[in-house]
């Protein structure tokens, strides 16, 4: 929570901060965010407007996660700007209607409580819109191999000889039939070997 009292409602009047705060949980997506306890620095500009504070700012934080080819941990410095209007309670009096019928927008409304404004809203929409959906150890991560595991990038030249499972039928077919032709042909020949010994 930040205090806003000292702006007071004066429009133009303007506060800055600076702040290390520890995350809260779940600050981030499945494979990648920030841990919690983590410190995230806060760089905040307050500024006091005819229906509120608007707060600008920017933030600074360790994430952690794993690659998602190879699963190998990766650490990352994630910086993110972010920019959010409180209203006061009675912003209506200000020029909104109290009989407005857009819900979605009044529902999608900060408002100050207290002259307090939470920003861990803010923060969290800002950081988990800001992460990397697929995030990669290297761009060129080669990921693993898909039948024992072994990390590719470290061994590029790993192979198995093995045929894919979806072909083995087919190759045991094709095995068949080239033995098959082989005994034909030793049955032709030694047909042709009678005739001319007549």
Not at 123 to 146: I, Y
């Amino acid at each position: 929570m930040f205090d806003t009292r000292e702006l007071g409602r004066r429009p133009g009047a303007l506060k800055r901060l600076s702040r290390s705060i520890a995350a809260p949980k779940d600050l981030g997506i499945e494979v990648i965010g920030v841990r919690e306890g983590a410190t995230v620095e806060l760089d905040l500009r307050l500024e006091s407007v005819m229906e509120g504070v608007l707060v600008t700012g920017t933030a600074r934080a360790p994430l952690t996660g794993e690659c998602v080819r190879c699963l190998e941990p990766l650490e990352r410095e994630l910086e993110v700007d972010y920019q959010e209007m409180y209203s006061y309670p009675d912003a209506d009096a200000w020029g909104r209607t109290a009989d407005s019928d857009d819900d979605a927008e009044e529902e999608d409304t900060l408002f100050l409580e207290d002259d307090l404004l939470d920003l861990e809203p803010v923060l969290r929409d800002a950081v988990v819109l800001a992460l990397p959906l697929q995030p990669v150890c290297r761009e060129d991560c080669l990921g693993l191999c898909p039948d024992c595991g072994v990390r590719l990038t470290d061994n590029p030249d790993h192979h198995h000889d093995a045929v894919d499972i979806r072909w083995a039928a087919l190759q045991g077919l094709a095995e068949t039939i080239q033995g098959g032709e082989k005994d034909d042909m030793g049955g032709a020949d030694a047909g042709v070997d009678k005739k001319q010994e007549k």
